[in-house]
């Protein structure tokens, strides 16, 4: 699984800082594209970044949220 890390940047929002990672499956057609969506679909109407692409083991010693 691909395991990208997203981060609120929305300096206004109570949720600036948060960090998440959005997990997807390496053989769908865009994977990024789909992260994406995965991301905005949970963070509506929050400024969003991508930080990161981490390995399932890495992404699990993190221990952040993933959707």
């Given at each position: 699984m691909l395991n990208y890390l997203f981060e609120v940047s929305g300096?206004?929002?109570d949720l600036c800082g948060e960090q998440f990672f959005v997990?997807?499956?390496p053989d769908?057609?865009?994977?990024?594209?789909?992260?994406?969506?995965?991301?905005?679909?949970?963070?509506?109407?929050?400024?969003?970044?991508?930080t990161g692409l981490f390995s399932d083991e890495m992404?699990?010693?993190?221990?952040?949220?993933t959707y």
């Open positions: 300096e206004e929002s997990q997807v499956d769908d057609k865009s994977p990024l594209k789909k992260a994406w969506k995965i991301a905005r679909e949970n963070f509506k109407g929050e400024a969003l970044i991508l992404a699990e010693m993190l221990g952040f949220d």
